[in-house]
């Protein structure tokens, strides 16, 4: 009996802990901060450029990713859960971009990203079935943005590049994972 009020604090220590992480309508979910051994760590960024070959951050539009912006991504990838982020500088400011991981390399045409990367087992574009990195800058052009899926990448075919939209995602209808033109793309590869 006397291990009990030790397991009792250690219980209430570990619910405390977890108390914040909940998900859609209050369900609790696990706190998962680790990519698990083996998982995919995928990253990218740099200053945007005209195309070119090998380049791993291309601006396809100066006048909405001026010279001199830069991003950093990484996105990771456990078992079951996926994480990504971005990070901008010298982006318009004041303004929303949509942004979403896509399942190609960047190219010389904004269309060499291809479709953006879903999970297998969803055939409509939702922020649960896709990776959405919507951001809308600060009055200095910054900006950085998180999405967290409870999917994993599937094997051997991870997301291979980010690309920044001119305009915001539309979350529904059947334009839904719409952003308008493809300004600006990061390649990203293993980490």
Known sequence: MRRLPWIL?????????????????GRARPAVHDVTPGGTVLSGGGTFGAPAPRA???????????PGAWARVTAESGAVLSTAKVEVRGFLPGRTY????????CGADPDDAGPHYRDGH???????????LDFTTDR????????KQDWAFAPGRPPRSLVVHAEPTRTAGAD?????PRVACVTLAAS
Request: charged share 10%; net charge negative.
């Open 56 to 66: 791993t951050a291309i601006a396809y539009d100066r006048a909405l990713v001026p």
């Open 140 to 147: 200095r052009g910054a900006a950085s943005a998180t999405a």
């Open 176 to 180: 839904a994972g719409s952003a308008g």
């Open 98 to 105: 949509g942004v979403h991981l896509h399942v190609n390399p």
């Open 9 to 25: 604090t250690a219980v209430t220590l570990l619910a405390a802990a977890c108390g914040g992480q909940s998900g859609p309508e």
């Open 122 to 132: 969803h055939s409509h574009a939702s922020a649960a079935s896709e990776v959405w």
